[in-house]
């Protein structure tokens, strides 16, 4: 399995557009989060998933930001209209077990939002 | 509420120097304590869990329930270890989520 695979890696975009992260998760994991990472405020919950059902959304900044996960196997985290502070890196991890003192969460690599 | 802290945002030690990464929690439950590690054009990945009480690359952390601490430990860092380490925490039911740290930035210098 090649991990988690997250698209695209970077992403430069002006203020006021639309900007869809793309997140496939480790076959078999039922988990997936959506992480936000800045120097101010580091790692960030903004969504987790639990066999497509989101489950927890609380760290969503705002209602610009949704996140969808239509099957098993694809998410996406939707900002639109984006602005210069959403600038960060946003990780996709997925587990197979959400909780308990065996959870691992694996990560994949990244998406480096800048907006202009 | 639970909550992670690490004081340090960057800590640097020379090569062969004991190193010592402050992880202090607030958590009213039982915890499940764990340290993450992300070098340098890598992945975010699991570097220890304290459930299994185990040394991974020389480093080892300890629960201290009396002072909620989960401090990372290595006696002689190495230059490899430079890295950014997160401390996490997750709350005892199956459905929670990883809370982080805002993690400390290793440098270890030669």
């Known amino acids: 399995d090649a991990g988690v695979i997250q698209s695209p890696r970077h992403e430069v975009t002006e203020m006021g557009q639309e900007v869809t992260l793309r997140c496939k998760p480790i076959s078999g994991h039922d988990y997936l989060f959506w992480y936000r990472q800045t120097m101010m405020r580091g790692l960030e919950l903004l969504i987790y998933f639990n066999n497509n059902v989101p489950i927890d959304d609380s760290g969503m900044p705002e209602d610009r930001f949704s996140a969808k996960m239509p099957n098993a196997s694809f998410s996406t985290l939707k900002i639109q209209p984006s602005e210069p502070r959403d600038s960060a890196v946003y990780f996709c991890?997925?587990?197979?077990?959400?909780?308990?003192?065996?959870?691992?969460?694996?990560f994949g690599e990244g998406s480096r939002l800048t907006v202009l | 509420a639970q909550r992670v802290t690490q004081p340090e945002k960057l800590l640097s030690v020379f090569k062969g120097a004991p190193v010592e990464l402050k992880c202090n929690y607030s958590?009213?439950?039982?915890?499940?304590l764990f340290w993450y590690v992300q070098y340098s054009r890598q992945r975010l990945q699991l570097l220890l869990r304290h459930i299994s009480r185990e040394s991974i690359k020389g480093f080892t952390a300890d629960l201290n329930k009396g002072e909620t601490s989960f401090h990372l430990k290595k006696p002689f860092a190495q230059e490899e270890d430079s890295a950014m380490y997160y401390c996490a925490l997750i709350r005892g039911s199956t459905l929670g989520r990883l809370y982080f740290g805002r993690g400390t930035q290793l440098t270890v210098w030669p």
């Open positions: 991890a997925s587990s197979l077990v959400a909780g308990g003192p065996t959870g691992e969460l694996f």
């Open positions: 958590y009213s439950g039982s915890p499940e």
